[in-house]
Structure formats: C-alpha cells, structure tokens
C-alpha cells in the first residue's frame, strides 16, 4: 500500500486540528488564531486561511441546515418568531463550533501545496 498523499495529510492534519508539518502539535493558540507549533517549530502563520475557512463554513452548515428548515416551515408552519428562535441560535452554534475545522484544513491543503502569504501576493 502506498503512502498517503501530501495533499490528504495535511487535510487530516488540519481537520485534527493539529499542525500540518509534524501532526504533533496544536494548530491554533486560541480560538482561531493560528500560531507556530510547539512540537517541531514550524511557523503555521505563513499559510493563508483567511476568507476561505467562514466562506466554506457558512456553505456546508448552510447546506446541512436549510433543508431541515424548510422542512419544519411545511411540516409544522410555526410563526416566524418561533422558527427564528429555534434556527438562528442554533445555526450561530453549528457554525462556531465548524469554523476551525474548516480553517485548519484550509491551512492543511495550503501547507500540503507549499502555499505560503508570500507566494499568494505573486
């Protein structure tokens, strides 16, 4: 069996949440801020994952929920309010709880692709 790719190492790696290079280390020092890892040293903040990561999220929750959203507004025909009440709430949680994923796999493919800030300006 072949090794895997570089490109789905370091999509495993990011969606782990862990540093691309040594999968040791964490990616991020808060929330989402990306920093450099304390395992092998590798500087993560060279990689960009900037407007990709909340346009992935927003796009993946919105695809998981919407259905599930028509489908009460025609099973039950709730009032507006109360469809608010229950959806935004629980659309705001699903995508926090998704955004550093999505952000770690993005600085996983970028760091699988050698795309750094540098050569994205070029």
């Known amino acids: 069996m072949s090794e895997p790719s570089r490109i789905s190492t370091g999509l495993r790696r ?3 949440l862990r540093c691309p290079h040594c999968g040791e280390g964490r990616l991020f020092r ?3 801020t990306v920093s450099a890892c304390e395992a092998c040293g590798s500087d993560n903040t060279r990689y960009p ?4 990561p909340p346009y992935l999220t927003l796009f993946l929750v919105g695809h998981f929920v919407v259905p599930f959203v028509f489908w009460m507004d025609k099973a039950w025909s709730p009032a507006l309010w109360v469809m608010f009440a229950i959806w935004l709430p629980l659309i705001t949680a699903i995508t926090l709880a998704t955004l550093p994923f ?5 600085v996983g493919i970028a760091w699988a692709n050698g795309v750094t800030r540098e050569t994205a300006r070029q």
């Open 30 to 32: 808060r929330f989402l």
């Open 49 to 52: 994952a900037d407007d990709a």
């Open 102 to 106: 999505m952000k770690g796999a993005v």
């Open 14 to 16: 990011g969606l782990g």
